[in-house]
């Protein structure tokens, strides 16, 4: 069983890390992501094609979340959250089996764990109305056993 958290935690350090040292994406993947991730190619798996989707698809992102920062540009949000938001947006919309119950639950704790206390209340909003929004546009996506989602908005 693969510990998805430590992994998110990996590939949130390494996008953090790419965007602080101006260093490749393959320099950061080939040092800190592998680094951390360790031989077990499950998990590596899972750890490097959420860091390149998530990084192929920063701009989609930036402008899903800025839909939803009232008044607020998204250059002046922490980047801590920015990349928290990115990874989430990035399961909703390219992980077919994780539900999206989990990855915002995830990226709550991720943003506890490493940005403001503010952030995970904040992150929750953001993913909260993103999810919305995107289920209208059918663009979520998902498939398997607990995964369809049968809440009472649709």
Known sequence: MINRRKVRETVLQSIYAYLQSGDTVQHIADTVLKEHLGTEKEVRRFGERLFFRTLENQTQFDEIITQHIQNWEIS?????????????????????????????????????????????????????????????????KKSGRGLIDRSTHQ
């Open 76 to 140: 002046r949000l922490a980047m801590i959250d920015r990349i928290v938001l990115k990874i989430a947006l990035c399961e909703f919309l390219y992980f077919e089996d994780i539900p999206t119950k989990v990855s915002i639950n995830e990226a709550i704790e991720l943003a506890k764990k490493y940005s403001t206390a503010k952030s995970g209340r904040f992150v929750n909003g953001i993913l909260d109305a993103s999810l919305e929004d995107l289920k209208q546009e059918g663009l979520v």
